[in-house]
């Protein structure tokens, strides 16, 4: 199994969600995060006054998927996360040892 972690822009989510879920992935788990990478933030403007925001908004998706559908999964992020400008965000891909449900004690992929 893999856990796919990607980190994208909050508007994108939708369409990585929409990605996802017509690949058959049945969950995910999104969290609203703040970080920097080669951005390192962006100045704006506040009532006249300009200021550095040096942390972005960002959403982070997390999805753990057989190892024979990972490539597809990344791919589908890839391509409905991309705008082509700077900031598009990263995908992270971890081994997961193993699984368990809670609920009925399944596990591995039968968790999932």
């Known amino acids: 199994m893999k856990m796919i972690i990607a980190i994208i822009k ?3 989510l939708d369409d990585v969600r ?3 879920t017509s690949l058959g992935v049945q ?3 999104v969290t609203e995060v703040k970080g920097f990478g080669r951005q390192k933030g962006q100045t704006e403007i506040y009532r006249g006054a300009e200021y550095t925001v040096q942390f972005l908004p960002k959403v982070k998706v997390e999805v753990v998927v057989p190892d ?3 490539e597809r999964v990344v791919e589908a992020v890839q391509t409905s996360a991309k ?4 900031g598009d965000g990263k995908i992270f891909v971890y081994d ?5 449900r809670i609920r ?3 596990t591995d992929t039968d968790a999932l």
């Open 96 to 100: 997961i040892e193993r699984a368990y």
């Open 104 to 106: 009925t004690g399944d």
């Open 18 to 20: 929409q990605a996802l």
């Open 27 to 29: 969950g995910m788990t």
């Open 10 to 12: 909050p508007f994108k």
């Open 83 to 86: 705008t082509e400008k700077i």
């Open 68 to 70: 024979d559908m990972a």
